[in-house]
T-cell receptor, first 114, second 116 residues
């Protein structure tokens, strides 16, 4: 069985501050992990994914995430928040690198304060 | 990236009526499409997987006679909520993949269904 827990349904940061969105997973098999972003009235867009290669994964828009097996975590970070980063972020786990049958977290809404 | 268009984005219907939601891949052929449902403050939950030209595979607990899925072409899948009830009110979102196992899934913008 697979599941994802996102701590914090709402995170607020100041523009230029560090962004940290938390994700912990549970999986009975080696997981594939994903972060998606959803802007208002748009579909989910893939930010980055972990597919058992490098544990530090770099994605689009300056985001990165580190896979820590010992902590069963895949937290998303960005050194300096931009106003355009305000959106809903979803962490997801799958048994497949191809993002089939994704199990999503409940999402974290990021607000960036000018 | 590839574009998946979902229509309508919002729909309000009366109890007992049926509602059809369309999911289209605009610039690629989607061999497989997925339908998800999201309750308020809950995760997106996979409802069913549909492959072009074959019957959809439903997840446990999803009523296939209530949520009819048709994937008649490589660019279109439809979800029909039959005899809708207020508890069917939710956010429905589709995704589409093409080709091999390791391809990326592209998501539609979702449909907010309200049953009154």
């Amino acid at each position: 069985a697979q599941s994802v827990t996102q701590l914090g349904s709402h995170v607020s940061v100041s523009e230029g501050a560090l962004v940290l969105l938390r994700c912990n997973y549970s999986s009975s098999v080696p997981p594939y992990l994903f972060w998606y972003v959803q802007y208002p009235n748009q579909g989910l867009q893939l930010l980055l994914k972990y597919t058992s290669a490098a544990t530090l994964v770099k994605g689009i828009n300056g985001f990165e995430a580190e896979f820590k097996k010992s902590e069963t975590s895949f937290h998303l970070t960005k050194p300096s928040a931009h106003m355009s980063d305000a959106a809903e972020y979803f962490c997801a786990v799958s048994e497949s690198a191809g993002a089939n049958n994704l199990f999503f977290g409940t999402g974290t809404r990021l607000t960036v304060i000018p | 990236g590839a574009v998946v268009s979902q229509h309508p984005s919002r729909v309000i219907c009366k109890s007992g009526t049926s509602v059809k939601i369309e999911c289209r891949s605009l610039d690629f052929q989607a061999t497989t499409m997925f339908w998800y449902r999201q309750f308020p403050k809950k995760s997106l939950m996979l409802m069913a997987t549909s492959n072009e030209g074959s019957k959809a595979t439903y997840e446990q607990g999803v009523e296939k006679d209530k949520f009819l899925i048709n994937h008649a072409s490589l660019t279109l899948s439809t979800l029909t909520v039959t005899s809708a009830h207020p508890e069917d009110s939710s956010f429905y979102i589709c995704s589409a993949v093409s080709g091999t196992v390791n391809t990326e899934a592209f998501f539609g913008q979702g449909t907010r269904l309200t049953v009154v």
